[in-house]
Every structure is written in C-alpha cells, then in structure tokens.
Nanobody, 117 residues
C-alpha cells in the first residue's frame, strides 16, 4: 500500500505563487511516475504535470512556463511550484503515483487552491 498526502494549498491573489507538496509513505519502492492533477468545480479532472523517477517531465499547455514540477526521492516527496497564478487555476489539486509492476495507481486526498481575481 502507498499513502499520498498533499499540502500547501490555500488562497492567493492572481499573479501570486504557491508551492504544493506530496509525500509518499508505505510500500514506496518502485514508485515511477508521479503527477499532479486538478479538478475545478463542475469540470473534469485534468493532468497538470508529471515527472518520472528519472526526471522526465510533462506539463499541460495551460501551465507551461508558469508551473515547475520536481521530486526529492530521498524524502519521497514531489513538489509543484506554481507562479503567475490565474483564477482559472482554482481547483482541488491531487497527487498521483504509480509503481512498476503494480496494476493500479494511488491518489492523495487533495488540497484546495483558490486564486482570486
């Protein structure tokens, strides 16, 4: 079993910054891809960014150039540095991870990000 816990969400004005953290515990060996998803009210969940154990990174077009994903494998922690925030970035942000050889992935409980205009 893998447990994921997000933190760092909050209320910020447009143009501001936040840093989200996701810490994994439990059976954390062989964790490969970790990513951040978000879900705005009334909308589907969308992938924001993901990073492999080897450091390969993907960003959604909507956040490219504004958000930075990183991970510290020694601390079993993934980060999302969010800058130049916009009201449309508002939503619940979820941490996701998978493990090599395991047929499903894992989710955190989510952390709320609210960007005021």
């Amino acid at each position: 079993q893998v447990q994921l816990v997000e933190s760092g969400g909050g209320l910020v004005q447009a143009g501001g910054s936040l840093r989200l953290s996701c810490t994994a515990s439990g059976s954390i060996f062989r964790i490969n891809v970790m990513g951040w998803y978000r879900q705005a009210p009334g909308k589907q969940r969308e992938l924001v960014a993901r990073i492999t154990n080897g450091g390969n990174i993907y960003y959604a077009d909507s956040v490219k150039g504004r958000f930075t994903i990183s991970r510290d494998n020694a601390k079993n922690t993934m980060y999302l540095q969010m800058s130049s925030l916009r009201p449309e970035d508002t939503g619940v942000y979820y941490c996701n991870a998978d493990r090599l050889g395991v047929g499903h992935d894992y989710w955190g409980q989510g952390t709320q990000v609210t960007v005021s205009s």
